[in-house]
């Protein structure tokens, strides 16, 4: 019997409620309002929320390596699949196509959504898989996107925001370059974020 294949997009990232240090990647069905929720480690999700984000690390990062490589070698993924669900953890494969082969690799679901987002592919699942995992999320449409909640506490992250409206528009661009050099990207992502708030206005 074949399984019918579901788009999933990206809706954010954000702090796991369960897990210390970890983070919950939500994908969201693109036809539809249930989402998956995954748990991620910190390491990936910065990979992740680094192309959310549109920063540029100084020197490639272990996903930005492997695109690279791959580019080097005429290997191209053409998608990425979230294909199994088991004991609460989720199994992903990398399509990749080299001249006329067609290439499926095994890849942890974090490691294969960061590298979707390098390779601009799409990233599917099953609607057995969705059926399972997926849960309706109360979102304002509003809110929907990108949303990497900080590592801070609340107090420190008004603090970090008053910080920053304080200083200069040139201060805050010399601070991101400074802040992607050290290889900072949460300071980074707010640094951009106050820029953005202040070119918008």
């Known amino acids: 019997m074949s399984r019918k294949k579901i788009k999933l997009n990206i809706l954010g990232l954000s702090y796991s409620q369960t897990q210390s240090g970890a983070y919950a990647l939500v994908l969201a069905e693109e036809d539809g309002e249930r989402r998956i929720p995954i748990i991620i480690g910190g390491v990936e999700a910065q990979s992740i929320a680094i192309k959310l984000e549109g920063l540029e690390p100084p020197r490639p990062l272990t996903h930005d390596l492997f695109l690279n490589f791959s580019k080097s070698f005429n290997i191209d993924i053409q998608e990425v699949v979230v294909y199994k669900l088991e004991e609460g953890i989720f199994y992903s494969e990398l399509v990749c196509q080299r001249e ?80 992607i050099l050290a290889e900072d990207y949460e300071k980074a992502s707010k640094i951009r974020d106050e820029i953005n708030r202040r070119e918008n206005q």
């Open 100 to 179: 006329n082969e067609k290439l499926h690799i095994d890849s942890r679901t974090s490691d294969a959504v960061a590298l979707a987002l390098r390779f601009g592919c799409p990233i599917y699942t099953y609607d057995d898989i969705i059926e399972k995992a997926g849960i309706v999320l109360d979102f304002d449409k509003k809110e929907e996107g990108h949303t990497i909640t900080p590592i801070e506490k609340t107090e420190t992250k008004k603090k970090e925001s008053t910080k920053y409206q304080s200083k200069s528009l040139d201060d805050l661009k010399k601070l991101l370059e400074e802040a």
